[in-house]
């Protein structure tokens, strides 16, 4: 499955933003979906995650209650809306495809992921 994330950009302190990762191919209902962010000088980090069904979700501590992951299966495409921004969320964003079993932050289980989009919060 190819990945097109966007809906990126600069956004104020207690801003929102929502983004969304479009995905090719017609089994993407079969493929879990996470997103995770890489901020300059520091690794990649997990965001969130839903499962195949969307009926599964699942946070990192420091986006929780502030991050929500939903997927459109008919649309083919994830999205990731963001509240309560804080400077510290900057960062490229990236979604990520994999077959899971069970949802994992566990970046090298994801198989496919999109080319990114840049958040920056502004303080």
């Known amino acids: 499955v190819q990945l097109q994330a966007s809906g990126g950009g600069l956004v104020q302190a207690g801003g929102s933003l929502r983004l969304s990762c479009a995905a090719s191919?017609?089994?993407?209902?079969?493929?879990?979906m996470g997103w995770f962010r890489q901020a300059l000088g520091k690794e990649r980090e997990f965001v969130a995650a839903?499962?195949?069904?969307?009926?599964?979700?699942g946070y990192a501590d420091s986006v929780k209650g502030r991050f929500t992951i939903s997927r459109g299966n008919a649309k083919n495409t994830v999205y990731l809306q963001m509240n309560s921004l804080k400077p510290e969320d900057t960062a490229i964003y990236y979604c990520?495809?994999?077959?899971?079993?069970?949802?994992?932050?566990?970046?090298?289980?994801?198989?496919?992921w999109g080319q990114g989009t840049q958040v920056t919060v502004s303080s």
């Open positions: 839903i499962s195949w069904s969307g009926v599964s979700t």
């Open positions: 191919g017609r089994t993407f209902s079969r493929y879990a």
């Open positions: 990520a495809a994999g077959v899971l079993g069970t949802l994992t932050p566990e970046a090298e289980r994801y198989d496919s």
